[in-house]
């Protein structure tokens, strides 16, 4: 492709603790490269802003920075992760806008996701969320021989497919109902598919569920917009498979 | 942990959703197959004899009491639902893409809702207060056609009823597979069957309510 350079005017959510209100600021930036990255882009805004000595740099989660990692999140012209399909804001890149384009950069929006300073969140939701059921209780010890218990091929890439997820929070950012069900079902799926999760399975989703429920997040009403905005392509089919496992959990539990 | 109530469990809350939606839907077979009999010409002798029996039928009744709790089950879980969920976004976005990623009927269903319910008090006050006034307090041999294909001679009516079903429409077009979406039945093989059925009866059954309505509008049966 065509290495050529492009000037953006960037309009960016700016707050500088999670009690303060917050507004946007607008920036130029100019001769970006189209073959950097999204946060490429911003790191060389905040260069600028260094530079200049008048504004504080921009705050923004980043980690990895090759899609792995979940730790990117922002909010790009009205997506998560901004308008490319199955990719994280550190894999977009700027080929993706137009010379002279105005980019609207927010945070993750969502109650349970409080904003901790400019366009980074809290997302510890989701870990209490995971620390409520998504594991196996017992040691495991050494990595036994991979056929020693045989499990059917499709099972086991659907379970990968659902473990591909690396709870970065689109889904919830995208859900006009700030719902977690896509992330949720995906870490109940990856277990609930495989012997190994056999045992706990239903005390798992029911402790997960109710965490979820108690951290704030919405219901889903089957919009489908997590799963077109998933950097992962996590399918909805994982959310029914969720509403499957608590409604047999919740029929099935003596409490 | 504690376990969660069921019915007021996120997902729970979901599946009244669902589970009334398709009881409702069910009630739609009916009433659009009775109403279709209008379609015969032949005068509302077969869509009078079906409301006399819908009307004298114990089961029916009976029935009817199931129906109204269904609806109000399925509005007051709904709007329920509707209220929590916007208030788990206190901050929101400046710039939504919407379509980029959701159908508009998808993300408007309590809007649709609301409409219908309009529409729905409006066809209760003209046909279904009526019957019941003739059956209980006059109790006069109601002519349930002629009623219609009176009331259906305003105009101002006729276009109330046909937004009222392109709300329907809509309302249904995202609501049927998404109930089966919420009782976790998605399949492979059987999804993309349940959406096409889905699309079908969204198409059909409130175009079958217009085509009743604007064939007794202009004298056509």
Known sequence: MEHTTINLTLKVWRQKNASDKGSFQTYNVKGISTEMSFLEMFDVLNEQLIAEGKDEPIAFDHDCREGICGMCSMYINGRPHGPWHGTTTCQLHMRAFKDGETVVVEPWRARAFPVIRDLVVDRRAFDRIIQAGGYISVNTGNAVDANAIPINKKDADNAFAAASCIGCGACVAACKNSSAMLFVSAKVSQLALLPQGGPERQTRVLDMVAQMDKEGFGSCTNTGACEAECPKEISLENIARLNREFTAASLASEE | MAKENFLTSSIGKKLVVGLTGLFLISFLVVHVGINSTILLNDNGETFNTAAHFMSHNWVIRVMEIGLLLGII????????????????????????????????YSRSMTLLGTLLLIFLVIHMADFWLHTKKALYITHENENSYLEVKEAMQNPLLLVIYIAGFFSLGFHLLHGFPSAFQTLGLNHKKYTPIIKAAGTAFSIIVPGLFAAIAVALFFGLV
């Open chain 2, 73 to 104: 089950a399925h509005i007051f879980m709904t709007l329920k639902l509707h209220f929590e969920n916007k208030s788990k976004r206190p901050v929101g976005y400046a710039v939504i893409d919407g379509k980029a990623n959701s159908k508009w």
